[in-house]
């Protein structure tokens, strides 16, 4: 069965601290993708990044990066020099098959303050 | 980019009444829409996936005959809450898959918020 866990509920940081949101999933697929998602005040979810299980290399998009680690089923997000505006709901979401446009299983969510 | 709209984004309605809510792929055709509903300070969980022209697919415990989901075309799919009670308010929050595209793009609406009083 599939399943995402985002062990931490809430994390609070210091502007322009860096930050690590923590995502392990189980899946008993060969072929799955792995997203981000971030959910703002306003709950309109904002897609962040998708990734297939084939493809383990390091994400950078600016102040976000992206660490897959298909060894430890992971798929950790973090946040150089937080910002007043990363404060949202980040989630980790799964979904199987060669698509990646099957439903998707989220996890419970962090929830990112970031204090000014 | 791909747009999916939804309406109405906020609605307040008494218990016992049905609200509808639409999902409208803007800019392509949707071959299939998912709805997930969201309770407050928790996770989205799928209720049920629609196709073009066929019965909606539901999740273990989400009662078909109180959400009724039609999708009727290519680019509008509907979720009716019967009966509403005050336990069904919720965020509801469609996602539309681009069947054009190779990859199959899923593309999420910005939600509707449910209170039933």
């Known amino acids: 069965a599939q399943k995402v866990t985002q062990a931490q509920t809430e994390i609070s940081v210091v502007e322009k601290e860096d930050v690590t949101l923590d995502c392990v999933y189980e899946?008993?697929?060969?072929?799955?993708?792995l997203f981000w998602y971030k959910q703002p005040p306003s709950g309109e979810l904002v897609f962040l990044i998708r990734r297939n299980s084939f493809d383990e290399q390091n994400e950078i998009s600016g102040r976000y990066s992206w660490n897959f680690q298909k060894s430890t089923s992971s798929f950790n997000f973090t946040i150089t020099a937080s910002q007043v505006v990363d404060s949202a709901v980040y989630f980790c979401?799964?979904?199987?098959?060669?698509?990646?446009?099957?439903?998707?299983?989220f996890g419970t969510g962090t929830r990112l303050t970031v204090i000014p | 980019g791909a747009v999916v709209s939804q309406h109405p984004s906020r609605v307040i309605c008494k218990s016992g009444t049905s609200v509808k809510i639409e999902c409208r792929s803007l800019?392509?055709?949707?071959?299939?829409m998912f709805w997930y509903r969201q309770f407050p300070k928790q996770s989205l969980m799928l209720m049920a996936t629609?196709?073009?022209?066929?019965?909606?697919?539901?999740e273990q415990g989400v009662e078909k005959d109180k959400f009724l989901i039609n999708h009727a075309s290519l680019t509008l799919s509907t979720l009716t809450v019967t009966s509403a009670h005050p336990e069904d308010s919720s965020f509801y929050i469609c996602?539309?898959?681009?069947?054009?595209?190779?990859?199959?793009?899923?593309?999420f609406g910005p939600g509707t918020r449910l209170t039933v009083t």
């Open positions: 979401a799964l979904s199987e098959g060669e698509t990646g446009a099957n439903n998707l299983f």
């Open positions: 996602s539309a898959r681009d069947g054009r595209r190779e990859t199959y793009e899923q593309y």
């Open positions: 800019d392509f055709q949707a071959t299939t």
């Open positions: 899946t008993r697929d060969t072929t799955y993708y």
């Open positions: 629609s196709n073009e022209g066929s019965k909606a697919t539901y």
